[in-house]
């Protein structure tokens, strides 16, 4: 388990014990300088500078150039020792650590066939730390309420904005048994990210850890009897068909999906694919203002075509 | 007289603990290259199936196989199962454990499961050449024990 003190900005101790000493020992340093602000990414990079981007919009340099030395072995800490068991989403570019903490990462790719086979010699590294940004489920709730729970909602923003937090928020509130619905909630957390926060003892949401998209529908289909199914990052057509061949089963599905605006959205032949079987009632674009999201309510009906 | 005949009597059982304990102490060799092997497989299997990661895997190791190694409870890392056996081990089971060690966790599951392989196949060769050679060291064991004891004896007398 990931131990969730932080340093004063944000960044989990056994974080920093994952970093190579000048790293952590930069950001310590510097940590009252930034006192107050918040860090959302440490990005270390291969013989360039490593930097922090912080919850204000700004990025500080930690004045470290890691050798590949470091990076290797910060690559080894963050497996875990275990370079095997990540090497899936490795050559997905990212690498899952406890307490919803994903680390994106590149460097020198092997590929076959247009498809990545293995992926070595990293050179940066981004990790991103989940930021408590205050949420409210009820909107999205009472969406799939108001549609008998037959269509999903397709939850769209530019990357950092609060998509997956507000996934989280979303099973938890749907699977709470005291004080909430208990419904049949399965959660399938390909990237390893929405499970944090949904262990507890009140959510009976099923978790499909690991699993891919479309796989990891239909067993929650078939196997789970799930009545919503809530779901991270759909990307590409090719995902998007196999979604729609498994979750044609009556649950709604609750997504999200990197866009800025609604006509973005429709631009992607995957999204515009599921938009037109009919798989998402409504589209919930979301905007962070001051530490809080702001939702904006697009329904089917009301979405131009062009 | 009777002080010469304890310190023979005791001479003889002197050389046969030190044949009993020689003897114990080769089995124990091949009881742990047997325990390595049995490891090996079972990080094979973890890595195969499930992915699993290291630490996991050596958590959960079967208490048998620990025992073999003559540890009681698991031990999170592969370099201190081989420190524990240093004094047990050839030099070349040696090199084939710290080889393996240096790589575990290092690559992409296919490769680790070759390495697997490759270190398993090596042990194996390296417990059959142990098997082979255990009936006549243990003759060469006893034989020399009681030659020993015996001339001792005999000077004593």
Known sequence: MIDRRDNGIGIPSSLLELMPYRISDAIRRMTPSVAGDRCEEIRLRLLKMSTLTLSRGGTAPLGVYLDRGEMDMTVDKLCGGSLYAHGDTIKKGYISLPGGIRAGVCGRAAAEKGSIIGVGEINSINIRIPHAVKTDPTPICDLL??????????????????????????????????????????VVDTREELEFGLSGKNSTADILSGYPKAAGIEIALRTLNARVIICDEIGNEEEARAILDASNGGAALVASAHASDIGGLMAKRGIRMLHDSGVFGAYVGLRRQEGRLKLTVTMRDEVGVC | ??????????????????????????????????????????????????????????????????????????????????????????????KTLREFSSTLGKSYRDVQIRVCGKTIGELEGQKNSLNAAYPSKRKTVIALCMALGGMAVIALI
């Open chain 2, 1 to 94: 007289m009777l002080i010469r005949a304890g310190g023979a009597l005791m001479i003889v059982f002197a050389s046969i603990f030190a044949s009993a304990d020689l003897i114990k102490r080769e089995k124990r060799r091949i009881e742990c290259v047997e325990g390595f092997l049995a490891l090996v497989s079972y990080i094979k299997d973890r890595i195969e199936c499930y992915s699993t990661p290291i630490k996991n895997i050596l958590a959960d190791c079967d208490p048998a196989i620990l025992k073999k190694l003559g540890l009681d409870d698991p031990v999170s890392d592969f370099g201190q199962m081989i420190s524990v056996c240093e004094g047990l081990l050839s030099e070349e089971t040696l």
């Open chain 1, 145 to 186: 309420s108001s549609m008998d729970y037959s269509k999903g909602v397709l939850i769209y923003s530019p990357p950092g904005e609060g998509k997956t937090t507000l996934l989280r928020s979303v099973a938890a509130e749907l699977s709470k048994v005291s004080g909430g619905s208990g419904m049949r909630v399965s």
